[in-house]
């Protein structure tokens, strides 16, 4: 018996049969024109027409609602424990674990995972599966065009138009960075200014991360770097507070208002010290005040800014300390325009403010030692930027003068030859001395405000840069300005090193044309005496010429 199933189908459904030969024309369908729909027909003139064989689509847009992330805290807690254990007492714990030791089936467990364990440690000491193949190459020097984007933009949530004055960056790497927001100039202020200061998660650029609420605006503010949780700050009154970010959004402590700065505190730095809670702050009123924040009743100590020789008392702009040059050394930025370098520990107290470096024309926004180099730093103030050897009174090297005023500047962490500027045309200026030292290697233009704070994360990668309307730009910068060159510091140890000598050699120039200058002066003064001498002889020999001739005509 054969089985068989049959399947039906229309023809209609094969489409059309296959021919394998070619064939003449063959008529499919012969449609003739209708008469009555040829008298309806009304000629249209002009005639534009769009013949499209793909499905007409139309686009429509919608707003969604913006999703706003929020921190919240989770706390956990140790589990797994017995009831009558609390794993909170230590001799709860301690007595338990003695008896889980001494149970057989404990014992045959962690010698059944023991062989386990040895094996997968034997192939791990056989193959490092953490093994860098290329660690300490550098790469070639990459071709790609130089460039920065945008990441996100921080506006100040509250009502007032303020400045975002400082910026700092948390000390762990993280994308959280701290921003100060104050109104410098008195007269602008409103009655009703608003003081909070954020710290945000450039992550989440709609929300501030958390508030800080002073009692007066903040200035200059910087997170501790053995305590990340505490976040000092200088206020627009003269105080200096300590936020802990654990407690709340009120200052910890603040220095009395007696004993504190009698103007704005611009610039402050945490200390290097065991403790981690010595910092030192500086103001337009001319001082320099050390706190501890265990004990904010008083500045453990104080110095007033004045040169050597002088009574002038100048008032600090910014603050240059860096460990690496020395625990104890640091160096002012002045609204007068000069640089001062200073020492806590001088063996004099007179020594304590040392050189004085003058060659801006306006008050110094910027000062920061090169991070490879520590005997070389930036200065930023009225139209240029800088570079100085500290062992020189003149600038080694120094941009050309720009067109609108220079508010800021810092080094790249990452690279020895590269260094931001900011304006007050909102232009961020990259600087490559490497390729080239006549103009800037990129320019971003951040915004139409002028700029008044910039920070560099320490990967070198990510920069916040502030305006006067309180806004943040978080700018990316590519790879080009971020990984180090090949020969990059032989060649800029070079160029620093060749500018130094020169303007050694420019210093001992101008110094033996002032020796030969004073000698000359001398010369002249000398000749000038002889010739005077000569002639009162020659006036003297005169008279006692006629009176002779007189007397022997008597």
């Not at 449609?31 to 499905?55: F, G, L, M, S, Y």
């Not at 006549?438 to 139409?448: H, I």
Request: glycine share 6%; net charge negative; with cysteine.
């Amino acid at each position: 018996m054969e089985i068989y199933h049959q399947y039906v189908r229309l023809r209609k459904d094969f489409g059309r049969y296959p021919v394998f030969v070619d064939e003449g024309a063959e008529m499919l369908a012969d449609i003739r024109p209708n008469e009555e729909h040829a008298k309806e027909h009304i000629e249209r003139n002009p005639v534009t027409t769009v013949a499209q064989v793909v499905p007409e689509m139309s686009e429509h847009e919608v707003n969604t609602t913006a999703v706003v992330f929020a921190t919240k805290a989770m706390n956990h807690v140790e589990g797994g424990w017995p009831k009558e254990v609390d794993y909170t007492e230590a001799e709860h714990v301690i007595r338990y674990r003695k008896k889980v030791e001494k149970d057989e089936e404990y014992i045959k467990s962690v010698t059944a995972l023991g062989a386990v364990i040895e094996d997968l440690v034997k192939a791990n000491n056989a193959v490092d599966i953490y093994e860098e193949y290329f660690a300490g190459k550098i790469l070639e020097q990459s071709t790609e065009a130089l460039s920065a984007k945008t990441l996100a933009v921080l506006r100040d949530p509250s009502n007032g138009k303020r400045g975002a004055q400082y910026l700092s960056w948390h000390p762990d790497g993280s994308c959280k960075v701290a921003v100060a927001y104050s109104i410098l100039e008195f007269q602008q202020q409103p009655d009703n200014c608003p003081m909070s200061s954020y710290i945000w998660d450039v992550s989440n650029p709609n929300t501030p991360d958390f508030e800080l609420t002073p009692q007066s605006q903040l200035t200059s503010i910087n997170f501790n770097l053995k305590d990340t949780s505490l976040v000092g700050a200088g206020q627009y009154n003269g105080q200096f507070a300590y936020f802990d970010m654990r407690k709340g959004s009120t200052p910890v402590d603040a220095s009395p208002i007696e004993h504190s700065h009698r103007d704005p505190v611009y610039d402050f730095a945490w200390l290097q010290s065991k403790t981690g809670t010595e910092c030192m702050s500086v103001s337009t009123d001319g001082s320099v005040l050390w706190w501890d924040i265990r004990k904010l009743g008083e500045p453990t100590e104080s110095l007033t800014l004045k040169e050597r020789g002088s009574e002038t008392i100048l008032g600090a702009m910014s603050l240059e300390y860096n460990p690496q040059a020395g625990p104890t050394k640091f160096m002012i930025g002045t609204e007068q325009g000069n640089i001062m370098t200073c020492n806590r520990k001088a063996k004099n107290p007179q020594d304590r403010v040392g050189a004085s470096f003058p060659g801006h024309h306006g008050p110094v926004y910027g000062l920061v030692r090169n991070p490879f180099y520590p005997k070389y730093f930036l200065s930023i103030g009225d139209w240029t930027a800088r570079i100085w050897n500290e062992d020189l009174k003149t600038p080694i090297m120094t941009s050309k003068y720009h067109s609108s005023y220079l508010t800021g500047g810092r080094w790249s962490p990452t690279r020895p030859g590269v260094f931001y500027t900011i304006k007050m045309d909102g232009c961020l200026d990259v600087w490559d001395y490497f390729y080239k030292q006549n103009d800037p290697t990129l320019q971003v233009q951040v915004t139409d405000q002028p700029l008044t704070s910039l920070r560099v994360m320490d990967s070198g990668r990510i920069a916040a840069v502030g305006s006067a309307d309180g806004t943040t730009t978080i700018v990316q910068f590519s790879d080009g300005l971020v990984d180090i060159q090949p020969n990059e510091k032989q060649a800029l140890t070079s160029v620093f090193e060749r500018e130094t000598n020169r303007e050694k050699n420019l210093e001992k120039a101008v110094k033996e044309a002032k020796v030969k200058a004073r000698k000359e002066a001398a010369k002249t003064s000398e000749s000038d005496k002889d010739r005077a001498l000569d002639e009162q002889d020659i006036l003297k020999l005169e008279k006692e010429f006629h009176d002779s001739i007189e007397g022997t005509a008597h």
